[in-house]
């Protein structure tokens, strides 16, 4: 691709973005382009987690995307979550996510299984199948105490 075909892919990506942001009343979002593609973050200064999740659900919903998924990764690097949905603007893929954070205590961070049961996972192992970290999307209350 020439430099003059990517900038105008760049520059087309900006504005299918722009427009997505502008309609939604949303400020404060952190928007990158690259290659026909738009990536746009909410921050934690948008609001707390529940927030942030409307948030992406709204502009997910906008942009005609039929939800959103949470996806949660474990390893050497640390713990990590955070929301995302990938929908169209214009011409561009738009790609929305929301970092979440994830609880840790003493020893790792705290997961849960599919059956509802929590555990905690020592620093830089992966997360058992099936198993999501408890975060601050998480209802207080429902984290229990793990011994």
């Known amino acids: 691709m020439s430099a003059r075909a990517h900038s105008a892919a760049v520059t087309a990506a900006l504005l299918d973005a722009a427009v997505l942001v502008e309609q939604s009343g949303v ?3 952190t928007v990158t382009c690259h290659d026909g593609r738009a990536s746009i973050i909410i921050a934690r200064r948008c609001g707390d987690a529940r927030s942030r999740a409307a948030l992406v659900a709204a502009l997910a919903l906008r942009a005609g995307a ?3 998924q949470r996806h ?3 390893g050497e690097h640390g713990p990590a979550a955070w929301l995302e949905a990938t929908a ?3 011409a561009t893929e738009i790609e929305i996510t929301t970092h979440l954070d ?6 790792g961070a705290l997961a849960t299984g599919p059956d509802g049961q929590q555990e905690i996972i020592a620093a ?3 997360l058992p199948g099936g198993w999501q970290w408890v975060t601050d ?3 207080p209350g429902k984290q229990r105490e793990v011994a």
């Open 27 to 29: 400020g404060g979002l």
């Open 66 to 68: 039929p939800g959103c």
């Open 72 to 74: 949660d990764y474990g």
């Open 88 to 90: 169209r603007a214009g």
């Open 102 to 107: 994830v609880t840790t205590v003493p020893g």
């Open 124 to 126: 830089g192992q992966p």
């Open 137 to 139: 999307l998480d209802e």
